[in-house]
């Protein structure tokens, strides 16, 4: 069954630090972009791009990350990570990891969610 599981949200000061983590299964890497969304507070919100994979290789990262996020990924582990640095509480959200198949033969899949929350 195909999944992508999620680890690393929490609470955290503004200024401080976390990292997240996704773990695909059941999925082959390579069939997929794969990165990062969020959500904000607000039943109306829409997710937004925080961090990206594109086909070519390149990385798009939301404008408000500023340089403070950096993602990464381990091919052999099937594994997409997110460090972020300097949160503030405005990066308060319910964070997702997305894989957008190159195929439509595919699903597009995303993860449970996991909550980051920056307050003092």
């Known amino acids: 069954q195909a999944q992508l599981v999620e680890s690393g949200g929490g609470s955290v000061q503004p200024g401080g630090s976390l990292r997240l983590s996704c773990t695909a299964s059941g999925i082959a890497f390579s069939d997929y972009s794969m990165g990062w969304y969020r959500q904000l507070p607000g039943q109306e919100r829409e997710r937004e791009v925080v961090?990206?994979?594109?086909?070519?290789?390149?990385?798009d990262y939301g404008e408000f990350v500023e340089g403070r996020f950096t993602i990464s990924r381990d091919l052999a582990k099937n594994t997409v990570s997110l460090q972020m640095h300097s949160l503030k509480p405005e990066d308060t959200a319910v964070y997702y990891c997305n894989a957008d198949p190159y195929s439509p033969q595919y699903d597009e899949l995303w993860g449970q969610g996991t909550l980051v929350t920056v307050a003092s």
């Open positions: 961090a990206y994979f594109m086909r070519d290789g390149s990385i």
